[in-house]
Each structure stands twice: as structure tokens, then as C-alpha cells.
């Protein structure tokens, strides 16, 4: 199986802030890599994948970098929408996810 | 619009049955693979397991071979989860996704979860 290891659990950032969120696999996965957004009682949308394609739709403050193991995603200025859980997921072989990100208001 | 729409929520108490459904709408239902994925109360998400409507192969994750069925019905557009046996732990919320058609090289294909119904909330409880 193939683990996914997100950092940090738990972010506090501003409005405007840059903020990066990190996934590691726990073996090589190529580019076969997903971010989701998660708002309380809603469900997962997709925002990046292959990991660095933004979904239609989704705003391009976000972006997504990495491969083989390595992962990012950034938002380059927090705004008061993305307070939310992040969630990255490989599919190189089936699907797994990270534990989540939540950003949270400073 | 391309949507998955679930079944409501379910109370039910220790060892009773149930299945819980998702019905797509807005694109060819047959062709896309639905996925089943799990959350626990305030935890994160868990992959379950996938099934293809159009054939109903079905693969499953591990963590949940043996203790859930998924199946399908392509002529209503509706994949189903369902447990012959509910226990407390399967109290949580449960999601179905479309795998979007993504990449294919051969047999092989990669693809993340696009589309997401709204959610089941299961609640197993004496």
C-alpha cells in the first residue's frame, strides 16, 4: 500500500497569506497526484490534479507542484473562501489520501 | 449538470442490513467508475472501493474486502453500498465519486475523483 503523509495537521494563517501544504508518498507515484478542498458538512472537491492541472473552475491562486514522492500545493493569497481541510490523494496504484490540512483563521 | 445524488440519512441499530445509494445524472453513467469513500467522524477520508456500472467489475480496498458489497443497476444510473451486518464503527459519513476519465496507456489507466454526491450519513447505534 501506498502511504501519504501531509504536513502540517493544522495551519493559522491570515487573509492574503501564502500558504504551502506538503503530501509525501511513500514510494514514487510520477505525477498521479490529487489535491481536494473540504469545508465542514460538505463534501471533498477536487482541485489539482496530475499534480500540478487545476480542475475547471477553480480559482488560479491555486497551484500544485511536485513528483515521484514530493508534493505541494500552494495558495498564494489566502482569501476568506479557502478556510477549509486539504486533502492530497494518490492514484498511482488505486486511491489513497493524506491525513488532511486543515487552514484555519489566525 | 453532471451530479451524483445519495440516499438520505440512515439510523439503524447493530447487526440490521443496509444499502445506500447513488444515482448519477448528466452524462453516461456506464462509462465512469464510481468510487465509495469513507469519514469517519471528524477523521479523514478512506477509499473503499470502486465498481464499474457498465460491467460491474468491482475492486476493494483491504481495509474493506469482506464488510461491505458494492453493486450497481446501469439501468437506473445507481450504485449501491450496501452491509449485511452494521456495527457501531461504521457509523460515518459515506461518499460516492466519479473517477473521471483521466489517462490510459494499455490497460492501464490514472484518474482522480471528480465529481462527489452529497453524502450518506450512517449512524449505527443500539
Known sequence: ?????QS?????????????ITCRASQTISTWLAWYQQKPGKAPKLLIYKAS???????????GS?????????????????????????Y???????QGTKVEIK | EVQLVQSRAEVKKPGESLKISC??????????WIGWVRQMPGKGLEWMGIIYPGDSDTRYSPSFQGQVTMSAD???????????????SDTAMYYCARRSLGYCSGTSCWSAFDIWGQGTMVTVSS
Not at chain 1, 500500500?1 to 503523509?5: E, R, S, W
Not at chain 1, 498511482?92 to 493524506?98: E, L, M, Q, R, V
Open chain 1, 1 to 5: 500500500d501506498i502511504q501519504m503523509t
Open chain 1, 8 to 20: 502540517p495537521s493544522t495551519l493559522s494563517a491570515s487573509v492574503g497569506d501564502r500558504v504551502t
Open chain 1, 53 to 63: 492541472s487545476l480542475e475547471s473552475g477553480v480559482p488560479s491562486r491555486f497551484t
Open chain 1, 66 to 90: 511536485g513528483s515521484g514522492t514530493e508534493f505541494t500545493l500552494t495558495i498564494s493569497s489566502l482569501q476568506p473562501d479557502d478556510f477549509a481541510t486539504y486533502y492530497c490523494q494518490q
Open chain 1, 92 to 98: 498511482n496504484s488505486y486511491w489513497t489520501f493524506g
Open chain 2, 23 to 32: 444515482k448519477g445524472s448528466g452524462y453516461s453513467f456506464t462509462n465512469f
Open chain 2, 74 to 88: 446501469k439501468s437506473i444510473s445507481t450504485a449501491y453500498l450496501q452491509w449485511s451486518s452494521l456495527k457501531a
